[in-house]
Structure formats: C-alpha cells, structure tokens
C-alpha cells in the first residue's frame, strides 16, 4: 500500500542526522527520495559505531528507504546531472552553511529558474539571515543560545547534556517536515514553489513554550528547579530501593489522591498544586522516602494497577521491549539490500488509509548511481 506522499520527489543533500532523519520520515510516508552525496566526503554516520552486517547502525537507520547518487558537486559534470534532475523534483533539502549550495551553482535561486515550482529547504544551526548564520554549532549549542539549557537539570549541577538531540530533531529535522509540508499545500493551491528556511536554534527556542510564555509575558525568567514541571515541585523522578527510577507526574488532585493513597501518604493529597515552596518540598521528601522502600519491579506491579501518572525509567533496550510500543509497531525488521534484516526504530505517525513503509535499510555509498545517471542519459 503507498504511503500519503506517494509521488513527492525529493533531492537530498543533507549529512548527519537533522536532515537525514527528515528525509526518512518523508521516505517513510511513501516520498522518493535520492541522497546526494560526495564520494570524497564521507559522512560520519557512516561510520559511526556500533556497526550490524559491516554497516554502521546509525545510517542504516536515517537513511533507510532512500537511493545514493554519489557526484562530486564541485565538478561541472556534477552540476549539470543536479540541473537536469531538478526539472523532475519537487523538493531539495540542503544542510550545508548559508551561500554554499550558491558557490555550487545550485543554490535556490538557480534551481528555482529551472524548476518554479521546487520546495528548496535549508537546514541551518541559525537559519539563513542574521549575525550568526554562518557560526558553526551543535546541538548543545542551539540549545544553550536558545535559553532552553537555562532552565534543565539540577541547581546544584547545572543543565544536562542530554541523551537525545532535541534542537537537530524535535528543531530542524520535525520542523523541516511541517514546512515542506506545508508548502506543498501552499503548491498545491497556488503552482508556486518557495523557500523554507529552517532554524534549529529558532525551532529549540520556540520549544521553550510555556516557560516562554511565563517570561516573555509574565516577566518570570525560568531557571532550573524552580517551575511546577523541571524540578521545582514534586513532578520529577524517584530513586527505588534498588537504584532504579519512577517518574511521578500525578498533578491533577484525582491522580495525587490515587498516589498518595497507595504510598500511605494520604494526609499529603492536597499539596501537589500547592504554589507554596516548602509544602513542595514536604511532599517531595515524602515522596522519595516512601519511594525508596520498594524495588522498580514492586513498584511497577502496584503502579500496574493504579492510574496515577506514574511509570518506570525504562533503558531504551527495555522500552523497545515494552508491549505498548511493540503494540503500536516502534519496533520494526527492516530489510537490509544485502539480506537479512536490521531492527529499527518505527515511524512515529500512524495512518488508517496510506500506513507508513521502511522499505530498506541505508544502502551503499553510490548504490544507484548508475540507474540514476542511466535514466537521465536516455531522457537527453
């Protein structure tokens, strides 16, 4: 069955992971989607350990369902085959710094003249105006100029380098996804083709929301530890008897009612919306000392049964294995182009006509460059 983009043509220029991991969604969902990539230039995901069947699991991943043409773009020749594609594309998506696709020759303005009504999208740290679109950075650094970093962690230890890129994907690759998408409603109505310019520094900050808000707004600058939902009330994680974690997010009366109950707490029941600083502390320290007396696994079978708001920190070995998410197929066996299959992360968006496909594991550097180069010598 295909996919709700079925027909979308998309040109990918992207390395790494925010725009990789877009065009696989958009892949996904039924886009074709060709990888453009230097031969000269590896990238790094390719060989970024640990690796499955010789092939790095990182690009097998955020590659998988896509064609590689390798070309060097700073040949002449290499110019003219992305010109004559173009024609019959209808999205590029570029991650390079600001002016370079131009230096290329290939910058929006020259493949819009070939192609009106292209979706060019260009995925930047700082997008593609102002005084730092062409610094370098990472996604710490997004997160950290974007006051996100700001208001993490723990007073005492500061914010956290967090385990997942939240300013590469939940900024620029999901971001990237909705404006392409976006534009091609826009398209669809009106024939025109237009730039998307994606910021992950402008995408992490917009994430900010309701701390956002409070400060912009209400003139309460956000610090760690110090709002109802980062730490600054009984909303947070709890260490077990065995050095495991649950996290207890029971801010509505009726769920700190059912928890409090259950943790012989039951005179505390009314604290959880208290804005009074040391009654959160009180129920807190309640909360931790109780919590403390049983393993995760006592815990989880009480928790089973009782809808409260609380559930365990799961590794993400444990999470793949949990029945919620293999219900819901985030746990793919996705087939490799050599044989055999790799398993994989499942496509988040689930649709009752057009579900999504991952179709193949990230192919070889190249794999379709002869078909690609072929098609477009017998099109001449």
């Known amino acids: 069955m295909a996919g709700p983009l079925q027909g979308l043509r998309v040109l990918d220029f992207t390395t790494l992971l925010p725009g990789p991991y877009a065009t696989m969604m958009l892949a996904d969902m039924g886009a074709e989607v060709l990888r453009v990539e230097a031969p000269d230039r590896l990238d790094l995901t390719r060989v970024m350990p640990p690796h499955e069947g010789g092939t790095s699991t990182a690009h097998a991943y955020v590659n998988r369902g896509k064609a590689s043409l390798a070309l060097d773009l700073k040949q002449p020749d290499s110019v003219a085959v992305i010109k004559q594609l173009v024609a019959d594309y ?50 710490i650094n997004y997160l950290a100029l974007a006051g996100v970093s700001s ?14 890129q939240v300013a590469d994907v939940a900024g620029g690759s999901h971001h990237a996804v909705m404006g392409i998408l976006a534009a091609v409603i826009h398209r669809q109505q009106t024939g025109e083709g237009q730039l998307v310019d994606v910021s992950m520094t402008d995408a992490a900050f917009a994430l900010n929301g309701m701390a956002g808000a409070a400060c912009l707004a209400g003139g309460e600058v956000p610090g760690p530890e110090r709002s109802l939902l980062n730490g600054g009330s009984f909303y947070d994680y709890y260490e077990t008897a065995d050095g495991r974690w649950l996290s207890v997010g029971s801010l509505e009366p009726a769920f700190m009612a059912r928890l409090c109950d259950a943790l012989g707490l039951s005179e505390l029941k009314d604290q959880g919306l208290s804005p ?6 009180e129920l807190k320290q309640a909360l931790k000392s109780a919590l403390a007396e049983r393993t995760l696994d006592e815990w989880q079978a009480l928790f089973a049964e009782l ?11 444990e999470a793949s294995a949990h029945p919620q998410l293999r219900a819901r197929d985030m746990v793919l066996d996705v087939p ?7 398993p994989q ?6 649709f009752s006509a057009t ?17 690609v180069l072929g098609s477009l010598a017998r099109a001449r």
């Open 90 to 139: 209808d999205i590029v998506i570029e991650q390079f710094r600001p002016g370079v696709m131009d230096r290329l020759g290939i910058g929006y303005d020259t493949l819009r003249d070939i192609n009106p009504s292209l979706i060019y999208c260009a995925i930047t740290g700082y997008g593609q105006t102002g005084p730092y679109r062409y610094r370098a950075g990472h996604d």
């Open 151 to 164: 208001h993490c962690g723990r007073q005492a230890s500061g914010p956290p380098p967090l385990g997942i």
């Open 276 to 281: 009074d600083p040391e009654r959160q502390r």
């Open 307 to 317: 809808d409260a708001c609380v559930e365990p920190v799961l590794t993400v070995a």
């Open 336 to 342: 490799r182009p050599e044989g055999g299959t790799q």
């Open 345 to 350: 992360l499942g496509h988040p968006i689930k």
């Open 355 to 371: 579900p999504c496909q991952a179709h193949h594991t990230g192919r070889s550097l190249g794999a379709d460059s002869d078909a």
